[in-house]
């Protein structure tokens, strides 16, 4: 059974850090591009970043510079270390496994809540 599981959501104050977790089962991990994306209410699901099966990385304007997105073969698990956090990036965090660099797959994780808030 293929399964995205996200973890490490939570509240943080604006300019705080916080690292999501994307553990995956079921998947040849290391041969998937893996993503992140968001979705506040009332707007649409958005890229955040992606990684490449090599490690190659695409990252959304809005976060380049504070976010990084690494993964780690030996764990089946991506991570999303997200700095200088900001309230306009307050959203439902999702995990995405295959497709491309550019484009995402069609594996979803339920998703987790980050809320950026003083």
């Known amino acids: 059974q293929v399964q995205l599981v996200e973890s490490g959501g939570g509240l943080v104050q604006p300019g705080g850090s916080r690292r999501l977790s994307c553990a995956a089962s079921?998947?040849?991990?290391?041969?998937?591009?893996m993503g992140w994306y968001r979705q506040a209410p009332g707007k649409q699901r958005e890229l955040v970043a992606r990684i490449g099966s090599g490690g190659s990385t695409v990252y959304a304007d809005s976060v380049k510079g504070r976010f990084t997105i690494s993964r780690d073969n030996a764990k089946n698990t991506v991570y999303l270390q997200m700095n200088s956090l900001k309230p306009e990036d307050t959203a439902f965090y999702y995990c995405n496994a295959g497709g491309s660099i550019y484009g995402s797959g069609s594996i979803w994780g339920r998703g987790t809540q980050v809320t950026v808030s003083s």
């Open positions: 079921g998947i040849i991990f290391n041969i998937n591009a």
